[in-house]
């Protein structure tokens, strides 16, 4: 049963004059599309593969594209069981893996076992003052790292793997065409080994105890985090190590509180203060800053001191501190001082609930 014979270009429906860059992203469009493991079973979709794949080794390559222009299919007609599109492709300008990649890993492009090692999460708790100003920190941890002693192979000795003559990679079948798969004698590594390395025990992996300076920018916020490469688990065949990430944790404060990069802080003042206006010290998060409080400053009154935040991640500027003025009304009264205050609610022309309440 013959393949029905279509024009290449039809069956990659592009145009004649189309251009190989054209062609190129009408055959991959194609290739998702038709790809065997995508529509199992489908026969007339695994035809349809084939044949574009067939269109494809001739379109995609200049030369072939030419003489097919001038003589017609001929001279290349291919396909049938065991087609190999690996035979067929033109040489190194088509990349197969983001289709394959997919499917199969990364084992159609011959990089199967290095792999990245995981990576690996910690929490550092910071003291707001040391998540302002930045600080560095000792940090110790234990991770996976590879067996210095063997390298990661595990071995203390190995010979050639006879399955895959040391390649590490297998011809296999994959439906109607062939592909290179990983040796599963050998794990894809290419060599057996003969003797375990005694360090690791054969893993290739031995635990590491690490003692690192963790350098914490200032303003780091409760959450950010912190990478640091090729510090998390050991990478496979080869692979590199992962990241350890450093998760900061920001201690509550008992005056300060972080509102984005702006500070909060609650401030009891006493009546008199209040009442007559005053200058005063403030805490900030860098020393004691000067603060005047007007005449008749209320509670809950906020009050700005401008520059005395957090610096802004993006811009290193500072944010403000945001005072909120408490009233202190001292517990113990004096003789004198009730009598002082009597005076004082004579003051109140009238009541400050005003309007709030409804007199019955
Ligand atoms: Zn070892
Ligand atoms: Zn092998």
Redesign the pocket.
Known sequence: MAPQVKDYYELLEVDKKASPDEIKKAFRKLARKYHPDLNPGNKSAEQKFKEINEAYSVLGDEKKRAEYDQYGRSPFEGGGPGFDYRAHAPGNSFDFGDIFSDMFGAGGRGEAYAMKGPDMLMSLPLSLEEAFSGVTKPISFVREAV?K??GGT?AETYRQCDACKGTGKVSAAKGFFRMSQPCSACGGTGRKVTKG?S??GGN?KTMHTESLKVKIPAGADNGSKVRIRGMGGAGQGGGPAGDLQIEITVADHPIFKRKGDNILVDLPVTIGEAALGAKIEVPTIDGTAAMTLPPGTQGGQKLKLSGKGFPSAKSGRRGDQLVTIRIAVPKKITDSARAALKELEALYGESPRKGMVKKP
Do not use: N
């Open positions: 067996c002693a063997c595990g390395c360090a690791c290739g």
